[in-house]
Each structure stands twice: as structure tokens, then as C-alpha cells.
């Protein structure tokens, strides 16, 4: 009897211990695929998360411009951001980044969806 319920146990127990195993952790969102150029845009987020109260609806106004395919948009809330004097540096860059990405995104898909 008791070999019995070991045996349903291990049954039950194995398939379902499995699935867990090697397991890796939980990956943050990765960057957008437009027209074949890789857009960073949460990884610029997360560098605008701690911003002011003055930088932070600029930076979403940007990203819903990328988001909606508005890309001549998107470029000048990003250059409005790149030109604010209370930018940190690693902000800065991302901000950078993301320009240049996204002039790679106009010159092979156009200036909009």
C-alpha cells in the first residue's frame, strides 16, 4: 500500500517539479524592431523614471510619438529633452541614443508609419 502512494506521489510530483527547473529570472521589456533598427526605448524610460517634474512629460511625449509611429515628432521632443539643461548625464545619453536610432528608423522607413 504505501508503495503505492509513493508511486502516485513521484507521479505527481516529478511533472509538475520540472517545468521549474532552469528557469531564468524575469527579463525586463527589450527594444522596439522598427524596420530592422533596434529602438532602446526602455532602457530610456528607465533612465527618465527619477526625472523631474519638468522632464518627465517630455520624455513620455517622445515615447508616445515612437509608439504611434510618429517619428518627425518623436525627434523633436527628443531634441527638446537633449537641449534641457537638468539632464544627468547618463540621461543624456540615452536620450542620445535614442536619436540616433531613430534617425536610423527615418532614413529607412520614412518620417512616419
Known amino acids: 500500500m504505501r508503495v503505492g502512494i509513493l508511486a502516485t506521489m513521484l507521479l505527481v510530483a516529478v511533472p509538475l517539479a520540472l517545468p521549474g ?23 530610456f524610460q528607465q533612465a527618465f523614471e527619477t526625472a523631474g517634474d519638468d ?23 527628443l531634441d527638446k529633452l537633449a537641449n534641457n539643461p537638468a539632464l544627468s548625464e547618463p540621461q543624456k545619453k540615452a536620450v542620445n541614443d535614442v536619436i540616433e536610432q531613430l534617425k536610423q528608423v527615418i532614413s529607412k522607413a520614412g518620417p512616419s508609419r
Not at 61 to 70: D, F, L, P
Open 21 to 43: 527547473c532552469g528557469k531564468k529570472g524575469p527579463q525586463g521589456p527589450s527594444a522596439y524592431d522598427v524596420s530592422g533598427v533596434k529602438l532602446d526605448v526602455p532602457k
Open 55 to 77: 522632464v518627465k512629460p517630455v520624455a513620455a511625449e517622445a515615447v508616445s510619438h515612437i509608439r504611434y509611429g510618429q517619428y518627425a515628432e518623436a525627434l523633436m521632443s
